[in-house]
């Protein structure tokens, strides 16, 4: 059986040994999809919400265009005083967990779990929270799942993937220290910058250079950090890249993505391949301060244009950004 990505990324090898291992390994999202949730049956965030109590309802049931559905932040949380350790029984939280698990592929949920716990940071004030916007008679019900470092979201109607919602999610972690190594050892989504990497090394010199931009990448702050451009774009369009290219970047994109669920990773690249975004994307990568260890392995990078926001910081550890309207 192939090993996934994120079991070589857990070995700790070098960023050029891990290069190779990559071109040997089959891209996971090759592998077979969660099953629908069966006819008849409801869906696990629909189960969650008709367990809520009515006091529960009332407090985490937003109305379905609430300013927070289009908010993200490393770390943030949807209804501060409505915690998973405090506000839901026992049997709630485990539908949550069990939400939380099944909008992640099944070789990357032990992982997710374990990015969870780890930035709990050991203090239980920093558990999670979850909402929904909307109610069952909304097409776009949405159940949300926030913390530290993590922001989740889905279509609460069916355990089907059907993309991110048009709306902003968050991933990020630091595994060993608050300042990564140029390596990441132990990241989750260090596997993602590989990928990446993998992608640039295959540009001619010119292509290359035009990536690697001399300016700053965008703000984190909230509102910033998600913000479409359509003007101001900095590195490497995709118009400029051969065929070829165009469709290397957009693998690339799909195997970046392969910790999610399959089936959101479908919809997500069918959106941007139906909509021909690739030849409006902008890719750059950032060096200087942003290159950990000096060494030309990128570590910050963007992907981005007028549609779409995917934003990628490994420096002092990483924080990821993806936004694509639906």
């Known amino acids: 059986m192939q090993k996934p990505l994120s079991n070589i990324n857990s070995k700790f090898l070098s960023r050029r040994e891990a290069f190779r291992a990559l071109g040997a390994v089959a891209t996971l999202a090759a592998l077979p999809k969660l099953p629908a ?15 809520l109590t009515e006091p ?19 770390w943030w949380y949807v209804c501060p ?4 350790h405090t506000f839901y029984t026992k049997d709630q939280q485990d539908l949550v967990r ?24 050991g203090q239980i004030k920093n558990t999670p929270s979850v909402a929904f916007f909307g109610t069952p008679e909304d097409k776009n019900f949405e159940f949300i799942y926030t913390g530290h470092h993590v922001t989740r979201r889905c279509n609460a109607h069916t355990d089907t993937g059907l993309g991110f919602g048009g709306a902003p999610i968050f991933y990020g972690n630091f595994a060993k220290a608050f300042h990564e190594s140029k390596d990441h050892e132990g990241n ?11 992608f640039v090394r295959t540009l001619d010199g010119k292509q290359q250079e ?14 910033a ?8 774009l900095p590195g490497l369009s995709g118009a400029d890249l051969s065929k070829d290219q ?15 669920r399959p089936d959101d990773v479908a919809a997500t690249m069918k959106t941007i391949e139906d909509k021909q975004l690739v030849q409006r994307l902008f890719i750059s990568c950032y060096g200087g301060e942003y290159d950990i260890g000096n060494d030309r392995v990128w570590d910050t990078w963007q992907i981005e244009g007028p549609d779409m926001v995917w934003y990628f910081r490994g420096e002092p550890h990483i924080h990821a950004y993806f936004h694509l309207p639906a």
């Open 98 to 121: 069990q939400i939380f698990e099944s909008l992640h592929h099944p070789a990357h949920r032990e992982q997710m779990n374990w990015q969870v716990q780890k930035d709990l940071m």
């Open 246 to 260: 165009q469709a290397k970047l957009l693998d690339t994109m799909r195997r970046m993505l392969v910790c999610f």
């Open 81 to 84: 005083e409505e915690r998973l």
């Open 56 to 74: 529960q309802r009332a407090k985490i049931c937003l109305p379905v265009n609430h300013p927070k559905r289009q908010f993200v932040s490393n």
């Open 37 to 51: 949730a069966p006819t008849g049956k409801d869906s696990l965030p629909m189960q969650f919400f008709k367990s």
């Open 225 to 232: 950090v998600i913000q479409k451009r359509k003007t101001d």
């Open 210 to 223: 035009k990536i690697l931009v001399g300016r700053e990448p965008r703000s984190e702050s909230p509102a």
């Open 188 to 198: 989750p989504f260090w596997y993602q910058g590989l990928i990446f990497n993998e």
